[in-house]
């Protein structure tokens, strides 16, 4: 079986026929694209859609069969150890980034995953370039690589608090005032700069959006503070930044714009209802696989030969 789509197949007598749904999830997920060179704005990316393509029920099933096929594809992507797979996530807070990660990856292979939440620089990390810390997290050859949080708060936190920038101590930057506009379209350069570099070195990148509405926000934090278990989730600093909601739409606005790739995309996912989410996240690293089309190793006629002379002493024994 060559692709996810087959391996999905495989279980549909299992749970019911559901080819149209597989096709309705691709065809949806398609349109969360950023294409490089295109306008973009913000406003015209739902975080809720109210005609979904089917029901919740529907969806879980679709994502617990992806996961599925993932795993598989997980095996030979590692074994086949030619390239490395970046997953970048960037939301808002209470945006459902842990669950995403949670729930997608749930059904791989740790040994191959490795998960980075970039928090607050170091005094360490501010005495080199910016993107010093993010080189030391990238992923080897084989593996997957997931940053909860990445590269991009140098161009969203500290686009909406320029004070930041300071601390990274840059000749020519001596107040806030000179961190303009220039300064942010060279940094959007030095990342597109950084991913190209990855991509033509063999590494996979997809990046994504968890599109949150203030309101759904509200509701999940409020969550946070009343249900004693999710009470360490919560961040009074979160508050503070909400207030800044705007400045962030459009930060992440320009960003999104200036970096998304046809080398390294930006999806920008609804992310409301969290099952529906995880499900376009999950598609759409399916499809990647599928265009990868990694494959187990083939052995050469020595290899072979080896290998069923190592079976028949096993046999004897």
């Not at 949670?102 to 791989?108: F, I, T």
């Not at 080199?128 to 080897?140: E, I, N, S, T």
């Not at 949080?149 to 107040?175: A, C, K, Q, W």
Request: charged share 30%; hydrophobic share 40%; glycine share 6%.
């Amino acid at each position: 079986m060559s692709s996810i789509s087959e391996i999905i197949s495989t279980d549909l007598a299992e749970y019911g026929e559901i080819k149209d749904q597989i096709k309705a999830i691709k065809k949806f997920v398609s349109k969360l694209e950023v294409k490089e060179g295109k306008k973009f704005e913000l406003k015209k990316f739902k975080t809720n859609i109210s005609n979904k393509p089917f029901e919740k029920v529907e969806g879980e099933l679709l994502l617990e069969l992806g996961l599925k096929a993932l795993s598989v594809f997980q095996d030979k992507f590692y074994a086949e150890g030619k390239r490395s797979f970046l997953i970048v996530l960037q939301a808002m807070d209470a945006a459902g980034k842990d669950g995403a990660i949670k729930y997608v990856m749930g059904g791989l292979n740790p040994q191959g995953v490795r998960v980075t939440s970039f928090k607050v620089p170091s005094k360490e990390e501010l005495s080199h370039d910016f993107l010093w810390r993010h080189y030391k997290a990238l992923p080897a050859k084989g593996e997957i690589g997931i940053f909860n949080r990445s590269h991009y708060e140098n161009v969203l936190v500290t686009r909406v608090h320029p004070e930041y920038i300071l601390n990274e101590h840059i000749p020519g930057i001596d107040s806030v005032d000179d961190v303009n506009e220039k300064f942010w379209e060279n940094r959007f350069k030095h990342i597109n700069h950084f991913e190209k570099t990855l991509t033509d070195s063999g590494t996979v990148i997809l990046k994504f959006f968890l599109h949150v509405s203030k309101d759904i926000q509200k509701e999940r934090l409020l969550e946070r503070i009343e249900e004693k278990g999710k009470n360490w989730k919560f961040s009074s600093g979160d508050l503070a930044e909400r207030k800044l909601w705007d400045n962030y739409m459009s930060a992440y606005e320009q960003m999104i714009s200036a970096t998304s790739t046809k080398e390294a995309p930006w999806f920008v996912l609804p992310a409301d209802d969290k099952w529906f989410a995880r499900l376009c996240m999950s598609t759409i690293i399916q499809n990647c696989f599928d265009d990868m089309n990694p494959k187990y190793p083939k052995l050469n006629l020595f290899e072979e030969a080896e290998i069923l002379k190592c079976r028949e002493l096993l046999l004897k024994d």
